[in-house]
C-alpha cells in the first residue's frame, strides 16, 4: 500500500512510498496522496520517502501544480526521506515555492517519524 495512514507515538501521520518509482508512477501516486490530503479535516504531519524515484523536471512540474496548494494549506509538517544529488535540487526548489518553513528531508525513515512527532 504506497500510501497510508500510519500511527507513530500517538500522532496520525500520512505516508507515501515513492521508493523506486517512474515518473508515470509518481504522477499517479502524487493523485492518491492528494485524495487522502483532502478528505482530512484537519491540517497533517506527512512522510514520504522518494529513495531510488525517478524524478524528472515534468515530474516535479506535475506534482507543484497538483499538490502545490494541498500541500500548502493541508500539511503542518513535511518530511522526505531519499533526498540526494539532482532530488535534492528539486526538494528546495519545491519548498521554496510552497513557501513552507517546516519541511524537510532526512537520511532514514526513523529520523523523519522523530522529527514529525516533536
Do not use: C
Not at 505516508?15 to 497533517?44: C, F, H, M, W
Not at 529513495?51 to 496548494?69: C, Q
Not at 535540487?89 to 512527532?117: H, Q
Amino acid at each position: 500500500m504506497p500510501v497510508k495512514w500510519m500511527d507513530h507515538k500517538g500522532k496520525t501521520i500520512l505516508y507515501a512510498d515513492y521508493r523506486g518509482l517512474k515518473p508515470e508512477q509518481i504522477d499517479s501516486l502524487a493523485r492518491e496522496t492528494d485524495a487522502n490530503l483532502a478528505a482530512s479535516p484537519v491540517k497533517v504531519l506527512f512522510l514520504t520517502n522518494i529513495e531510488g524515484a525517478i524524478v524528472t523536471t515534468e515530474t516535479m512540474r506535475n506534482v507543484k501544480k497538483s499538490a502545490g496548494s494541498m500541500l500548502r494549506d493541508k500539511v503542518e509538517k513535511i518530511a522526505v526521506v531519499g533526498v540526494t544529488g539532482v532530488k535534492k535540487v528539486f526538494f528546495d526548489a519545491f519548498v521554496m515555492a510552497l513557501g513552507k518553513t517546516n519541511a524537510r528531508s532526512f537520511r532514514t525513515e526513523k529520523e523523519a517519524l522523530e522529527w514529525l512527532v516533536e
